[in-house]
């Protein structure tokens, strides 16, 4: 069986990857020429294409590829949610990708590209600029339109769904400082995630306008890992203030400063970000930043759905409203 792959028939047959999909898909959209040319690389070099590459124009339907790091946390499957719904009313056929930023993204958007996928929404949001860059150039080329679902990027030419992450971090962080606290912490990941670059710029802003000094913790979202970490560095050090870029973070650390003797609010004020079920299941009910991140996919599901069909757009740049949920813990 032949190893060759989408990617050495368009560049043996020096055509697009595009080019190569519509001749194997609608075949009757690509002057004679040209699809003469492909088809006889594609003989030459033996290339099987994929059961969706072999389906007939008048059978095929739409397949959106989503891209993702993480299926474990909260907000990830509130996303999706929110796109399923959206896709089910297209009809649209929903691929799942697992990408995450240690891995060869190279390799894990051209396998993308590869399923013959018409969109794709991105998950991910633990990509640098450079892997973003690649990303990008892939499925320009390949002509796939792509939606950023909750990630950010100063790409003015990404299109991308999310809130405004520096501007709600920078509000909760004040209304903390109004609420008298000096020695507030924003507790966010050791791994980096281009939303918590908002977070803290938004917590860091806020906090040097008042005279206070920033003190970002860095720590796991895995509960085994940040119980400790929380448990030894606060024996030691003063906090009467602490915002977690996750709801299950905050949560893990409240437990710690309780078990610690802390009363909540009275001596630490505790916020979270999400409004997941995590914020409403602790004890006390957590005070958190509410991201609509159902409406984030569904959102960021039909701007795809109008990118694909060509339909002009307001703005690429969705950014959705935010705000607090007060509970037990401000």
């Not at 803290?200 to 005279?211: D, H, I, Q, V």
């Not at 890992?225 to 050090?237: L, M, R, V």
């Amino acid at each position: 069986m032949s190893n060759a792959t989408i990617y050495d028939v368009a560049g043996k047959a020096e055509v697009s990857l595009a080019t190569v999909s519509r001749v194997l898909n609608n075949p009757e959209k690509v002057n004679e020429a040209t699809r003469a040319k492909v088809l006889k690389v594609i003989k030459e070099l033996g290339y099987r294409p994929n059961a969706i590459a072999r389906g007939l124009a008048s059978h095929k339907t739409t397949t959106v590829g989503i891209v993702l790091s993480d299926v474990t946390r909260a907000s990830t499957s509130q996303l999706l949610g929110g796109i399923i719904d959206i896709a089910k009313k297209y009809s649209y056929s929903i691929k799942i990708f697992s990408m995450s930023g240690d891995t060869n993204v190279l390799d894990s958007i051209r396998d993308v590209v590869a399923e013959q996928v018409d969109g794709v929404l991105l998950l991910n949001d633990e990509l640098d600029t450079a892997q973003m860059n690649i990303v990008k150039e892939q499925t320009s080329n390949a002509n796939i339109p792509l939606v950023l679902t909750n990630v950010i990027s100063d790409d003015p030419e990404l299109a991308s769904v999310a809130i405004d992450y520096f501007d709600a971090s920078y509000q909760i962080t004040k209304e903390l400082i109004e609420k008298g606290r000096k020695d507030i912490y924003l507790l966010s990941t050791v791994r980096r995630y281009s939303v918590n670059t908002q977070k803290e710029a938004g917590y860091t802003k806020a906090m040097e306008e008042n005279g206070l000094t920033s003190k970002i913790f860095r720590t796991s979202g895995d509960i085994s890992i940040n119980t400790p970490h929380f448990e030894e560095y606060f024996e030691k050090n003063k906090v009467d203030g602490a915002i977690a870029v996750r709801d299950s973070i905050a949560v893990s650390f409240m437990n710690v400063m309780i078990n610690k003797g802390y009363k909540v609010p009275q001596d630490i004020s505790i916020c979270g970000y999400q409004n997941t079920k995590y914020a409403m299941l602790a004890r006390p009910s957590l005070t958190c930043i509410d991201t609509p991140v159902y409406d984030i996919g569904a959102v960021a599901m039909r701007l795809l759905t109008k990118l694909m069909k060509g339909e002009q757009v307001d703005s690429i740049k969705v950014v959705l409203p935010h705000k607090v949920i007060k509970r037990q813990t401000l």
